[in-house]
């Protein structure tokens, strides 16, 4: 499952350019994004961590744990993402349970990848 798939038909998306910020280390956060088109670059202090595509899910930690943002996210390229708010973000994970496991699956993935690096 492609979670870019579940918004094509997105009314009204976000749009960066190259080189412009969805969001920054440090940041109060109220939304989660899908990456619908594009490539964005996820930092973490001087580090990248993650060339994100298609289908990404960004800023979800934000909408579980409301923390500020750990990383900053900047486009590499054109860029079209849908935004969730946290209302939004419930009502699709107890409508769609794929999505739900598609989030927890992402959320594993980023741990043990970081766990490789620090370890």
């Not at 080189?19 to 920054?24: Q, S």
């Not at 989660?32 to 930690?61: C, K, W």
């Not at 996210?73 to 999505?99: C, M, S």
């Amino acid at each position: 499952m492609n979670p870019a798939d579940l918004f094509a038909r997105e009314e009204d998306p976000l749009r960066l350019g190259p080189g412009e910020v969805l969001f920054r280390a440090g940041d109060d956060a109220d939304a989660m994004f899908i990456l619908l088109d594009g490539a964005v670059d996820v930092v973490i202090g001087e580090t990248l961590v993650e060339h994100a595509g298609r289908g990404a899910i960004l800023g979800e930690m934000a909408l579980v744990d409301h923390s500020p943002r750990s990383a900053t996210v900047v486009a590499r390229e054109p860029t079209t993402l849908a935004r969730l708010d946290e209302r939004r973000f419930h009502r699709l994970i107890q409508q769609n349970p794929f999505f739900a496991q598609h989030v927890m699956r992402v959320l594993v993935e980023r741990v043990r990848r970081m766990n490789t690096v620090l370890g």
